[in-house]
């Protein structure tokens, strides 16, 4: 197995506090472990309702706040964990073959992810038992 849970860790990202208002910045290759491709960003998302429900092959992600909070439920086949996101200071770095679910959004939440490629639909796994064959296979 290539990568575990173990590998998702949060990331502290600087801040830089100012009584106007705090400033946090992110630069590849010092911060996160891959160069950005590509920014997204979740947001409005229905009380209740979940995201996700995926796993990458080949991409690494890096989540984070930037308002609010949810949980994000990571899985490799083996282990599983919570992690709770609500501050936009960290991220939760995502590292391919990991199956992740995002839940619990809190009113207002917006959900940013940097990621190191493009959208590429053949990089997805949406279906967890295929996924669980790809991980025995790699």
């Known amino acids: 197995m290539k990568?575990?849970?173990?590998?998702?860790?949060?990331?502290?990202?600087?801040?830089?506090?100012?009584p106007r208002g705090n400033l946090t910045f992110i630069e590849a290759g010092?911060?996160?472990p891959f160069d950005i491709q590509r920014v997204y960003y979740l947001y409005d998302v229905p009380g209740g309702a979940e995201r996700g429900g995926h796993a990458?092959?080949?991409l690494h992600q890096l989540i984070i706040?930037?308002?609010?909070?949810?949980?994000v439920v990571l899985d490799d086949g083996k282990d599983k964990k919570?992690?709770?996101?609500?501050?936009?200071?960290?991220?939760?770095?995502v590292c391919p073959m990991i199956w992740r679910e995002l839940d619990n959004?809190?009113?207002g939440?917006?959900?940013?992810?940097?990621a190191?490629?493009?959208?590429?639909?053949?990089?997805?796994?949406?279906?967890?038992?295929?996924?669980m064959r790809g991980r025995w296979q790699a």
């Open 3 to 18: 990568y575990s849970i173990d590998a998702c860790q949060i990331v502290s990202l600087p801040k830089i506090s100012d």
């Open 82 to 93: 919570r992690v709770h996101m609500n501050r936009s200071y960290s991220g939760l770095y």
């Open 56 to 58: 990458h092959k080949d």
């Open 116 to 131: 190191s490629n493009k959208y590429d639909e053949t990089d997805y796994y949406r279906d967890y038992a295929d996924f």
């Open 105 to 107: 959004f809190s009113s």
């Open 65 to 71: 706040a930037m308002s609010g909070s949810f949980d």
């Open 109 to 114: 939440a917006v959900l940013m992810v940097l």
């Open 30 to 32: 010092s911060h996160i």
